[in-house]
């Protein structure tokens, strides 16, 4: 009896170390932000949180976004920016930015801080801001854009004046739980980790200061928190087939007046004004087109035209949600001729190459400025459209079993629904559902008998 009893101590002691060398693995792992995009592996939003200089009961530190994402931008109304205090620290100012709440700052006599709560949330300010509560990159309204597109706005930044902190290295404290909506849910941010300071250099590049400390927190970003059904989806034609393949009937969701009343207008219907002009107008409910496919966007590739040694294609962006335009859109797409693009009409292009090893099959493009960045709502005038020429590859290039549509499309950062590939346009004599007819042959054949008898 004393054997089995030592025997079960011993496996409950075992079991016991397991779980808390899980748990101690758990706690040591690095941060994760639990999301990757295989067309951008290494993109993320990176917050640098640079003390400049301690104060009486604190310090003074600059935070700035940079935006390493290669084809996702944060559009209106702009980015949320939250964290929770590590002890009792307080805002007494801030420059580019502010909290959204002041809370309870009853505790203060006189002069009360910008922000007593324990976990702010912090928003841009717009363009238009007094100079004087301006920071460099601040104050364009929350929006970041790429660095493709745009790398002179492809960062945000503002100052914040921190009280009731540590005022050396050793006492203080890094803030904890880092969230960032863009506008809404989709970023999952890591730990702050303390880096190498920053160093900051004049505009001639001679001299270099640096800050005191500096903290990274990384955020990435996944489309399954950022929505519960996709935003746009692609259709395909072709200039040999006259099938057009639509998108996917409920591809971003279902009509369905009973569950969700008002989420869409038919665009001839009288009361299309009224419906815009809704409850949902000033909180950004989208408000789309009745269509079999209920999507904001669609993307229409159609193989236009076959030359010698050239073949076209026509892409067409739709806009079908009334109550937004898309500024600095952009366009992500995969084929495998991408590496042989020749000319590009009324859109910007850029290759994208997240696999290395020179494999270019991916590629970027956007509108001009001043002429198609902005895609409009629902309407006549809410398209954007482009031809790309592309040089054959007599080793790969066919039209033969639906090579010459896309593997993936993205819109502003997001996966696009695609048709399923065996309702793709075949050629015609490549249809696995084509069948021979019987007249021609017979045809055929009392050609020949006929003419043969002729000759009896």
């Known amino acids: 009896m004393a054997v089995g009893g030592g025997t079960g101590s011993s496996r409950s002691a075992a079991c016991c170390g397991a779980v808390m060398l899980a748990a101690v693995l758990l706690f040591l792992a690095p941060a994760t932000t639990e999301a990757y995009d295989s067309l951008d592996p290494n993109g993320n939003i990176t917050i640098k949180w640079d003390i400049m200089e301690w104060t009486a009961d604190g310090y003074v530190a600059v935070v700035t976004m940079f935006n390493y994402q290669q084809f996702r931008h944060i559009s209106a ?37 910008h922000c007593c709560k324990r976990d702010p949330t912090i928003v841009d300010l717009l363009p238009g801001t007094p100079y004087n509560q301006q920071i460099a990159n601040c104050c364009k309204a929350g929006v970041i854009n790429t660095f493709n597109q745009d790398p002179s706005n492809a960062a945000s930044s503002f100052q914040v004046s921190v009280g009731l902190a540590g005022t050396t290295n050793k006492t203080v404290k890094v803030p904890k739980n880092f969230t960032l909506k863009a506008p809404g849910p989709g970023y999952t941010c890591g730990r702050a980790l303390v880096g190498r300071p920053t160093k900051f250099f004049t505009s001639d590049g001679r001299r270099a200061t640096q800050a005191l400390m500096t903290w990274n927190v990384s955020c990435t970003y996944s489309q399954f928190l950022a929505q519960k059904t996709p935003s746009c989806c692609v259709s395909l034609s072709s200039f040999y087939n006259d099938t057009i393949v639509n998108c996917p009937t409920c591809s971003c969701g279902c009509q369905n007046n009973n569950t969700r009343p008002g989420s869409c207008v038919n665009e001839n219907s009288p009361y299309l004004q009224s419906a815009i002009d809704g409850p949902g107008k000033y909180t ?56 042989n693009i020749t000319k590009l009409f009324s859109f910007n292009y850029k290759p994208l190459t997240p696999y290395g090893g020179g494999i270019n099959d991916t590629a970027m493009f956007w509108g001009m400025k001043f002429y198609n960045d902005l895609l409009m709502q629902a309407g006549p005038l809410g398209n954007a459209q482009s031809e790309i020429l592309m040089k054959k590859d007599s080793a790969t290039f066919t039209f033969d079993k639906g090579w010459a549509f896309p593997r993936r499309v993205y819109f502003n950062g997001d996966n696009c629904v695609m048709p399923s590939p065996d309702a793709y346009p075949w050629l015609p004599n490549a249809s696995p559902l084509t069948k021979q007819p019987l007249t021609l042959p017979l045809l055929v054949f009392w050609t020949v008998l006929a003419t043969l008898l002729a000759y009896v």
């Open 77 to 113: 109304p702009g980015w949320q920016l939250g964290w929770t205090w590590a002890k009792k620290e307080v805002i007494w100012s801030m420059v580019g930015a502010q909290t959204t709440e002041q809370g309870d700052c009853s505790k203060f006599k006189s002069s009360p801080p």
């Open 284 to 339: 950004g409910q989208p408000l789309v087109q009745c269509t079999s496919h209920m999507c904001p966007i669609r993307i229409h590739w159609h193989v236009k035209l076959n030359y010698k040694d050239y073949w076209r294609v026509k892409v067409t962006i739709t806009n079908f949600n009334y109550r937004m335009n898309y500024t600095q859109w952009n366009l992500v797409v995969q084929h495998p001729n991408f590496d």
